[in-house]
């Protein structure tokens, strides 16, 4: 095992590329090392994306989900959460509060459903916000797997972006928070990734850090797995326990969530040093674990933002984890207290400005 002395974190810090072992280094490095990893990544930025956070407004449009994954707060067979689903005109408020406060871009998040009905609704309902806006917000899609059909239908209707976390790049660990069945398939989560990008989206996926059976060479291999991917955004966050799940049950396995906390901010800062010019998330769950924790994010390596604007009555039964933070606050709350925040931690608002990844320009402009 290779020791790690912060002459050697300086020492990776200058390499061109990050091997597996450098980027283990740098995951294992002490509060003096860490910070010497912070620097730099604040450096690369300010240098390639500069000191502005984008906004995106998160909807959350629906949390009815026909799937199952082992870890979440509103799989199919949990009954606590009372299911919904918004109706446009309520999404479309949301989306004229999203428009009119300059946010420029949407996020559309949900369960994953893959009926007809379903797709066919998104469809209708990305032409009535692109109707509504001029078809000036940029629109992120997040609700799962879906055909390539079904994603070209999306994108033709006026999505722009789409996330699709691959939640681990190991396929051993994936089918550990899975079950391995034609719902739940690493190949095929893998495949609608790799659709989502030779469609054209702006292609976004992200993991969870710190897992039950996770570990360094696991995310290592995660912040490798971005890179040869060559994906345009990225959000990652802590993994947040949820009683009512039964990924639950290796609770005692987890690590404390101030290490997954400080784990994620190292995610996040040797992403930013690996992939200079992509668009990365300060995820919610950060919030969760740390009141400011968004803020740090953004101040070390991320530079986008969702303020959740689901409306207030509908956000307690969007849990996906415990402690989610703003169930009560309503949209105006949310954006009020963040703009004040994220000055401190150095950033300005784009407002009005869509916030695009300049390396999904960059990429196809290849
Ligand atoms: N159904 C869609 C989108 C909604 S879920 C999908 O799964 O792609 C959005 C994300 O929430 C998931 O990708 C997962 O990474 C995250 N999530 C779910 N449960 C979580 C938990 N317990 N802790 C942290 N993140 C969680
Ligand atoms: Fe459904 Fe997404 Fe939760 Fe999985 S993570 S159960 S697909 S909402």
């Given at each position: 095992m290779i020791k790690t002395t912060n002459k050697n974190i300086k020492k990776i810090l200058l390499k061109k590329?990050?091997?597996?072992?450098?980027?283990i280094i740098l995951l294992s490095s002490d509060i003096?090392?860490?910070?010497?990893?912070?620097?730099?990544?604040?450096?690369?930025?300010?240098?390639?994306?500069?000191?502005?956070?984008?906004?995106?407004?998160?909807?959350?449009?629906?949390?009815?989900?026909?799937?199952?994954?082992?870890?979440?707060?509103?799989r199919r067979d949990n009954k606590f959460p009372v299911r919904y689903e918004l109706d446009d005109e309520t999404i479309l408020s949301a989306v004229k509060f999203a428009f009119e406060?300059?946010?420029a871009s949407i996020v559309l998040q949900s369960g994953e459903r893959n009926n007809n009905l379903f797709t066919?609704?998104?469809e209708n309902l990305l032409k009535k916000i692109n109707k509504l806006t001029n078809s000036q917000l940029g629109i992120t899609l997040s609700s799962g797997e879906q055909s390539e059909e079904i994603f070209r239908s999306w994108r033709d209707a006026g999505a722009h972006r789409y996330?699709?976390?691959?939640?681990?790049?190991?396929?051993?660990?994936?089918?550990?928070?899975?079950?391995?069945?034609?719902?739940?398939n690493f190949e095929k989560r893998l495949k609608a990734l790799e659709n989502l990008q030779k469609i054209g989206y702006q292609t976004g996926t992200g993991i969870m850090i710190g897992l039950p059976f996770q570990d360094y060479e696991h995310l290592s291999d995660d912040l490798l797995f971005f890179k040869n991917f060559d994906i345009d955004m990225v959000g990652?966050?802590?993994?947040?326990?949820?009683?009512?799940?039964?990924?639950?049950?290796?609770n005692k396995m987890l690590m404390p969530a101030k290490e997954r906390f400080n784990l994620t901010l190292k995610m996040i800062a040797i992403l930013r040093i690996m992939m200079k010019d992509i668009n990365i998330a300060a995820a919610t769950a950060l919030q969760a674990i740390d009141p400011i924790g968004r803020e740090k994010a953004i101040k070390?390596?991320?530079?986008?933002?969702?303020?959740?604007?689901?409306?207030?009555?509908n956000r307690k039964n969007y849990r996906l984890y415990e402690n989610k933070p703003?169930?009560?606050?309503?949209a105006e709350d949310c954006t009020n207290c963040l703009e004040a925040r994220i000055n401190i931690a150095g950033d300005n608002i784009g407002y009005g400005k869509r916030g695009d990844s300049k390396h999904y320009f960059n990429r196809i402009a290849l």
């Open positions: 590329e990050l091997t597996k072992e450098d980027i003096e090392g860490r910070n010497i990893l912070y620097r730099k990544s604040a450096e690369i930025k300010d240098k390639y994306v500069g000191r502005t956070s984008y906004y995106r407004g998160l909807i959350e449009f629906s949390n009815i989900c026909s799937k199952n994954c082992y870890y979440c707060g509103i406060n300059k946010f066919k609704r998104i996330l699709l976390r691959i939640e681990t790049s190991n396929k051993d660990l994936y089918y550990k928070i899975h079950s391995n069945d034609d719902k739940h990652m966050g802590p993994y947040i326990e949820h009683a009512e799940t039964p990924l639950f049950r290796f070390i390596g991320a530079n986008i933002i969702m303020p959740n604007i689901t409306p207030s009555e703003c169930i009560d606050e309503s």
